[in-house]
């Protein structure tokens, strides 16, 4: 469809783009990003015949660009630039019929039937039918930017050039645009070039992406090939992190701003054990994955909570009832990771450990009246007891995904140890427990000071937190086990 | 079929529009040509006229006299005002349009300038050329007009080859306070000429006769015919010179064509008439609140409507405190600034609401 040969062009003596070479096939939905300044907006004039090229072919439908006539470029090409200006009061539908103007011959320039036929339906097609007459002073941003769309798309072009055609609108205003777009090009074979200032957006709409540096292609791949933190940082000069999106498999950056983090630690002594709840408060909230009642997944919070209820607690909406109670203890259920347990929490095991600069505080509460031997688990009916075993793991330091994960297999292992050494059964099956059957797991960190990429079992952390789950669980549960007068 | 409807009432609005401003032509001249220290009935005026055209008896009632009068004096004035009218509100549509300014007139780029200097300078020095006698003012005009539209246009041409629309203003505006500062010179050298050419400065279109209009009519004819094929294109490039070039506009030879034919009328009109204003400013702009800014429409509309219109100002101007003319200057002020204010303050509160 278009086919762009080492083309440069500039103005007077500057070049502004180099040496730039791509082709864009019939129906694709084809990304230019760059920086300021990169060269985004001259490539797409230079495509679209407004700027001269200096080095170059262009060859647009199998016949060179230079062959073209303005009327026969324009019903081939059609332009929708970041905004339109517009001096006067048109109505929508007077703007949208300029589009038919390459289409009109004669010295009069009839309007006919099939014009209007094909304005009627585009105006349909992108839902501006009901604006028909209104002006364009009556109509918002979003709607000015669809009515040139519709002006464009009159223009039955077989390429679409956009310039950042969704730069002044809102969230919902973009994605209708850009859906709008994807369906032409996916149903009408509609080819699109576009430039993008937003990366995840070009991410999630382009089928492939032109990457732009100080006027060279730096990057012309797949969504995925193209936006790579190491490249982008290098274009761009600032600092992203790439991570998929949640439900399309197209990748998303998010910035970091470059602020000052505040430096704190979390200490043993910050531990606030109550009969009724042990909790912990940070000013600052901390990266923290869990599979608590409130807080699941990855998230920041700021305060977690481990309550105690009544071994028959007994609850429909548990989710809802523990909401409840963090608010009326005065926790912000949506900055709070809640736990409960049925152990007594005076029983609990607190260990601080430090090596260097490094330091984890490891809380662990223990009731063992389930305890389930995961590899005979088949033997078990499913219904929920209140024993448990909650395990929290405070890191005074930077982790990576990686190393959260890697932290709660070297608890879970530390801690079926502990169970192993304390001999506790499985009722049901009569061997050795793991654990129990509604254990749960926190780990939090500050995400500053030492960067740890991992936590395996023999790496630094990985040794702090075996030490410190082991030694916690062996004490809890013989707390639990001088309690209740077990023995072995 | 709510569509079918809407295009139907936009077309029984084009109907009404045209119609509108045919017959407000048409009351004008009537009137025009009525309306004087004799007075002239219409029935008499459209027995002159028919006796003209085509021959036929004047009735009794009508006065050889009055056949005089509405043939010699008044007609050739009032059609020269309409001609004049016409040309001013025609270029200053097409004017508004290209510049993508509503504040535009013929008057921006310099031309009106160029054409009174040339004029300024006939009468300041008296110069009657031999085979031109009282025609050489106008023809000196109209040619000093067009030289200023062309060193306008090469002189942008120079400073950017791509001849922007800003380029081009900006030029104007030099060369228009350029020329005027000249024009001033002049008046503050000149003695007895100066009420002279003060007088034609203010505009006027008093004591012509048939001549000017024959020498008005070419250039309007050509002007006229170049601009109202235009209206599509004017349409695109309103909407910024780059957007005219997406939609397929040939930018560079329809804007030079354009440019060139609203100069002509223009620096004709300055050149029988003086530099009146108002009418090039106003009159586009009043249409287009009224009927809406599609080129295709607004210039014939601004056309017909330009020219009753200063035909009024021009039964005005010389009846108000008559036996002494106004400037047509002052009075298209004087009646259009009104109301044109009334209607932008109906159409505000109409929006609003």
Same mark, same amino acid.
């Given at each position: 469809?278009?086919?762009?040969?080492?083309?440069?062009?500039?103005?007077?003596?500057?070049?502004?783009? /180099?040496?730039?070479?791509?082709?864009?096939?019939?129906?694709?939905?084809?990304?230019?990003?760059?920086?300021?300044?990169?060269?985004?907006?001259?490539?797409?004039?230079?495509?679209?015949?407004?700027?001269?090229?200096?080095?170059?072919?262009?060859?647009?439908?199998?016949?060179?660009?230079?062959?073209?006539?303005?009327?026969?470029?324009?019903?081939?090409?059609?332009?929708?630039?970041?905004?339109?200006?517009?001096?006067?009061?048109?109505?929508?539908?007077?703007?949208?019929?300029?589009?038919?103007? =390459?289409?009109?011959?004669?010295?009069?320039?009839?309007?006919?039937?099939?014009? *209007?036929?094909?304005?009627?339906?585009?105006?349909?097609?992108?839902?501006?039918?009901?604006?028909?007459?209104?002006?364009?002073?009556?109509?918002?941003?979003?709607?000015? $930017?669809?009515?040139?769309?519709?002006?464009?798309?009159?223009?039955?072009?077989?390429?679409?050039?956009?310039?950042? =055609?969704?730069?002044?609108?809102?969230?919902?205003? $973009?994605?209708?645009?850009?859906?709008?777009?994807?369906?032409?090009?996916?149903?009408?074979?509609?080819?699109?070039?576009?430039?993008?200032?937003?990366?995840?957006?070009?991410?999630?709409?382009?089928?492939?992406?032109?990457?732009?540096?100080?006027?060279?292609?730096?990057?012309?791949?797949?969504? +995925?090939?193209?936006?790579?933190?190491?490249?982008?940082?290098?274009?761009?000069?600032?600092?992203?992190?790439?991570?998929?999106?949640?439900?399309?498999?197209?990748?998303?950056?998010?910035?970091?701003?470059?602020? $000052?983090?505040?430096?704190?630690?979390?200490?043993?002594?910050?531990? +606030?054990?109550?009969?009724?709840?042990?909790?912990?408060?940070? +000013?600052?909230?901390?990266?923290?994955?869990?599979?608590?009642?409130?807080?699941?997944?990855?998230?920041?919070?700021?305060?977690?909570?481990?309550?105690?209820?009544?071994?028959?607690?007994?609850?429909?909406?548990?989710?809802?009832? &523990?909401?409840?109670?963090?608010?009326?203890?005065?926790?912000?259920?949506?900055?709070?990771?809640?736990?409960?347990?049925?152990?007594?929490?005076?029983?609990?095991?607190?260990?601080?450990?430090?090596?260097?600069?490094?330091?984890?505080?490891?809380?662990?509460?223990?009731?063992?009246? +389930?305890?389930?031997?995961?590899?005979?688990?088949?033997?078990?009916?499913?219904?929920?007891?209140?024993?448990?075993?909650?395990?929290?793991?405070?890191?005074?330091?930077?982790?990576?995904?990686?190393?959260?994960? $890697?932290?709660?297999?070297?608890?879970?292992?530390?801690?079926?140890?502990?169970?192993?050494? *304390?001999?506790?059964?499985?009722?049901?099956?009569?061997?050795?427990?793991?654990?129990?059957?509604?254990?749960?797991?926190?780990?939090?960190?500050?995400?500053?000071?030492?960067?740890?990429?991992?936590?395996?079992?023999?790496?630094?952390?990985?040794? &702090?937190?075996?030490?410190?789950?082991?030694?916690?669980?062996? *004490?809890?549960?013989?707390?639990?086990?001088?309690?209740?007068?077990?023995?072995? | 079929?709510?569509?079918?409807?809407?295009?139907?009432?936009?077309?029984?609005?084009?109907?009404?529009?045209?119609?509108?401003?045919?017959?407000?032509?048409?009351?004008?001249?009537?009137?025009?040509?009525?309306?004087?220290?004799?007075?002239?009935?219409?029935?008499?005026?459209?027995?002159?006229?028919?006796?003209?055209?085509?021959?036929?008896?004047?009735? *009794?009632?009508?006065?050889?006299?009055?056949?005089?009068?509405?043939?010699?004096?008044?007609?050739?004035?009032?059609?020269?005002?309409?001609?004049?009218?016409?040309?001013?509100?025609?270029?200053?549509?097409?004017?508004?349009?290209?510049?993508?300014?509503?504040?535009?007139? =013929?008057?921006?780029?310099?031309?009106?300038?160029?054409?009174?200097?040339?004029?300024?300078?006939?009468?300041?020095?008296?110069?009657?050329?031999?085979?031109?006698?009282?025609?050489?003012?106008?023809?000196?005009?109209?040619?000093?007009?067009?030289?200023?539209?062309?060193?306008?246009?090469?002189?942008?041409?120079?400073?950017?080859?791509?001849?922007?629309? /800003?380029?081009?203003?900006?030029?104007?505006?030099? &060369?228009?306070?350029?020329?005027?500062?000249?024009?001033?010179?002049?008046?503050?050298?000149?003695?007895?000429?100066?009420?002279?050419?003060?007088?034609?400065?203010?505009?006027?279109?008093?004591?012509?006769?048939?001549?000017?209009?024959?020498?008005?009519?070419?250039?309007?004819?050509?002007?006229?015919?170049?601009?109202?094929?235009?209206?599509?294109?004017?349409?695109?490039?309103?909407?910024? /010179?780059?957007?005219?070039?997406?939609?397929?506009?040939?930018?560079?030879?329809?804007?030079?064509?354009?440019?060139?034919?609203?100069?002509?009328?223009?620096?004709?009109?300055?050149?029988?008439?003086?530099?009146?204003?108002?009418?090039?400013?106003?009159?586009?702009?009043?249409?287009?609140?009224?009927?809406?800014?599609?080129?295709?429409?607004?210039? =014939?509309?601004?056309?017909?409507?330009?020219?009753?219109?200063?035909?009024?100002?021009?039964?005005?101007?010389?009846?108000?405190?008559?036996?002494?003319?106004?400037?047509?200057?002052?009075?298209?002020?004087?009646?259009?600034?009104?109301?044109?204010?009334?209607?932008?303050?109906?159409?505000?509160?109409?929006?609003?609401?």
């Amino acid at each position: 469809m278009l086919k762009v040969e080492n083309v440069s062009a500039g103005y007077q003596d500057v070049s502004i783009i /180099e040496n730039i070479s791509f082709q864009v096939k019939e129906g694709e939905l084809f990304g230019i990003l760059g920086p300021n300044g990169s060269g985004k907006t001259t490539l797409l004039k230079v495509i679209s015949g407004v700027i001269p090229r200096s080095e170059g072919t262009i060859i647009l439908d199998n016949k060179p660009l230079s062959s073209y006539s303005p009327k026969r470029l324009a019903q081939k090409v059609a332009v929708l630039p970041q905004m339109t200006t517009h001096a006067f009061d048109y109505t929508v539908k007077e703007t949208v019929s300029l589009g038919r103007y =390459p289409f009109q011959k004669g010295l009069f320039k009839q309007w006919t039937n099939q014009d *209007e036929e094909i304005v009627q339906e585009i105006m349909k097609q992108t839902s501006i039918s009901h604006l028909a007459n209104k002006s364009l002073h009556e109509i918002s941003g979003g709607e000015k $930017q669809r009515v040139f769309l519709a002006q464009a798309l009159a223009q039955q072009p077989k390429l679409l050039l956009l310039d950042e =055609p969704t730069n002044h609108l809102d969230i919902s205003h $973009q994605k209708n645009l850009l859906d709008t777009l994807k369906w032409w090009s996916k149903s009408c074979g509609l080819t699109v070039v576009s430039i993008f200032h937003d990366l995840n957006l070009a991410s999630l709409y382009c089928d492939r992406i032109l990457l732009l540096s100080n006027g060279k292609v730096k990057a012309l791949d797949q969504p +995925n090939h193209v936006v790579e933190e190491e490249v982008i940082k290098q274009v761009y000069e600032a600092t992203i992190k790439k991570q998929p999106h949640p439900e399309l498999p197209r990748p998303q950056v998010m910035l970091s701003p470059s602020e $000052q983090k505040e430096e704190f630690l979390i200490r043993k002594e910050d531990i +606030n054990v109550t009969k009724e709840m042990i909790s912990l408060s940070t +000013n600052v909230p901390l990266k923290t994955l869990s599979s608590a009642v409130i807080g699941a997944g990855f998230g920041w919070y700021k305060t977690f909570v481990n309550r105690h209820v009544s071994k028959d607690y007994h609850c429909d909406d548990v989710e809802k009832e &523990m909401t409840q109670f963090l608010i009326d203890h005065q926790f912000h259920p949506k900055e709070t990771v809640g736990m409960m347990t049925a152990a007594k929490l005076e029983d609990v095991a607190i260990e601080e450990i430090k090596e260097d600069k490094l330091s984890i505080v490891v809380v662990v509460t223990a009731g063992v009246s +389930n305890a389930v031997d995961a590899s005979k688990s088949y033997a078990h009916e499913l219904h929920f007891h209140a024993g448990t075993i909650n395990t929290w793991i405070f890191i005074n330091g930077s982790l990576t995904d990686e190393a959260y994960i $890697q932290a709660i297999m070297t608890a879970t292992e530390a801690k079926t140890k502990a169970m192993h050494d *304390e001999k506790i059964m499985d009722k049901v099956t009569k061997t050795i427990a793991t654990g129990t059957s509604t254990d749960s797991i926190l780990v939090a960190a500050t995400q500053h000071g030492e960067n740890i990429p991992y936590a395996g079992t023999i790496t630094k952390l990985g040794k &702090m937190i075996a030490k410190g789950v082991y030694e916690c669980t062996i *004490e809890a549960i013989q707390t639990y086990k001088k309690r209740w007068d077990i023995h072995d | 079929m709510r569509n079918i409807s809407i295009q139907r009432s936009s077309r029984i609005n084009r109907t009404i529009a045209y119609l509108f401003v045919t017959t407000f032509f048409v009351l004008s001249l009537l009137v025009g040509v009525s309306i004087g220290t004799l007075h002239i009935p219409i029935s008499s005026i459209l027995d002159v006229f028919s006796h003209a055209l085509f021959q036929t008896e004047l009735s *009794e009632k009508t006065e050889p006299m009055m056949m005089n009068i509405v043939l010699d004096i008044r007609l050739p004035r009032v059609l020269l005002a309409g001609l004049v009218g016409a040309s001013l509100a025609l270029a200053g549509a097409a004017f508004q349009g290209l510049l993508q300014n509503p504040l535009a007139d =013929p008057y921006t780029l310099g031309i009106s300038s160029g054409a009174s200097l040339g004029a300024v300078f006939v009468l300041f020095f008296g110069i009657r050329l031999p085979i031109f006698g009282f025609m050489t003012l106008p023809l000196i005009s109209i040619l000093t007009g067009f030289l200023t539209i062309l060193s306008v246009i090469i002189f942008s041409r120079f400073v950017e080859r791509s001849m922007k629309m /800003e380029t081009i203003i900006l030029t104007g505006i030099i &060369m228009s306070s350029f020329l005027g500062s000249i024009i001033s010179l002049m008046i503050a050298l000149t003695g007895e000429e100066l009420r002279q050419i003060i007088n034609w400065l203010l505009g006027s279109v008093s004591m012509r006769g048939w001549e000017y209009i024959s020498l008005f009519l070419p250039f309007f004819i050509v002007g006229t015919l170049m601009l109202l094929l235009q209206g599509n294109e004017l349409n695109a490039l309103s909407f910024g /010179e780059e957007k005219a070039h997406y939609l397929g506009v040939d930018v560079r030879r329809k804007k030079l064509s354009i440019l060139i034919a609203a100069s002509i009328l223009t620096g004709a009109a300055v050149a029988v008439s003086g530099t009146i204003g108002f009418v090039g400013l106003v009159i586009p702009h009043l249409n287009r609140l009224i009927w809406g800014p599609d080129h295709r429409d607004l210039l =014939p509309l601004s056309l017909i409507f330009g020219a009753g219109f200063l035909i009024l100002a021009d039964l005005v101007a010389r009846t108000i405190i008559s036996p002494t003319e106004l400037p047509i200057g002052v009075i298209t002020a004087l009646i259009g600034a009104p109301i044109f204010a009334f209607i932008l303050v109906r159409q505000r509160i109409e929006r609003r609401g």
